[in-house]
């Protein structure tokens, strides 16, 4: 097997109305996929895809796997999600390649917020 590329990252959700409020409303993302058939909704976000669904047995979860969102301004991000009032489980810091945070969505699931260094793919 040779895996190429990653093509989505799902999460699940309880209540797609208030998840949208957070991805759309918060994080600024725009709807790229909304599928009228299953409770599932996507953000297109460069070379890959988040997916937010909601489905018996699949919960959400503080403990689980957390997708990375690329900014340009990080401080401009993380002052935005401050001013309004999104829970962090990770203030931030710094290392050679980057800048990082983590915020919760509505459901407790993971988001980092990351910004590279110059150089750094």
């Not at 669904?53 to 999600?81: H, N, Q, R, T």
Request: proline share 7%.
């Amino acid at each position: 097997m040779k895996v190429t590329e990653a093509s989505f990252f799902g999460y699940p959700v309880t209540d797609m109305a208030r998840a949208r409020k957070f991805y759309e409303g918060v994080l600024g993302l725009k709807v790229t996929q909304e599928p009228t058939t299953v409770p599932w909704i996507e953000y297109d976000l460069g070379n890959t895809t988040l997916g937010l669904g909601s489905y018996d047995g699949w919960k959400p979860s503080p403990d689980g796997a957390m997708v990375a969102l690329e900014v340009d301004d990080f401080e401009k991000a993380i002052d935005e999600l401050k001013r309004q009032n999104i829970p962090f489980s990770f203030e931030g810091m710094e290392t050679p390649v980057c800048h990082f945070a983590i915020v919760r969505d509505p459901d407790g699931n993971a988001v980092m917020i990351h910004k590279r260094k110059p150089g750094n793919a």
